[in-house]
Nanobody, 123 residues
Framework: QVQLVESGGGSVQAGGSLRLSCAAS????????MGWFRRAPGKEREDVAI????????FYAEPVKGRFTISQDVAKRLLFLDLYSLKPEDSAMYYC????????????????WGQGTQVTVSA
């Protein structure tokens, strides 16, 4: 059974930082795309950052480029998202997902999803 478990969310003030983690189990951790996505209340889910586990290739959505960093620890099957210079508009539920592919310019075509971790940024 595949499980993705996120942690690290919380409440911070604007300008602060957080590190999100995603622990993967029940899945061979190699050669596919994993990613972070977010959904704010009343808004559609959006791509945040993608990484190809085999090579470390990364992609970032424009709103987070230069402020967020996606990384991985392949041996420990961990996916990370470092969030810096946080803004109130970054407030959302953040989800980890695995085996993702791009469809209609959107990466959220994923086979497995975590339950999410909440990030709240106050002004």
């Amino acid at each position: 059974q595949v499980q993705l478990v996120e942690s690290g969310g919380g409440s911070v003030q604007a300008g602060g930082s957080l590190r999100l983690s995603c622990a993967a189990s029940g899945i061979t951790y190699r050669n596919y795309h994993m990613g972070w996505f977010r959904r704010a209340p009343g808004k559609e889910r959006e791509d945040v950052a993608i990484i190809y586990t085999g090579t470390g290739w990364t992609f970032y959505a424009e709103p987070v480029k230069g402020r967020f960093t996606i990384s991985q620890d392949v041996a420990k099957r961990l996916l990370f998202l470092d969030l810096y210079s946080l803004k109130p508009e970054d407030s959302a539920m953040y989800y980890c997902a695995a085996r993702c592919s791009i469809l209609h310019n959107n990466w959220s075509n994923c086979d497995y999803w975590g339950q999410g971790t909440q990030v709240t940024v106050s002004a």
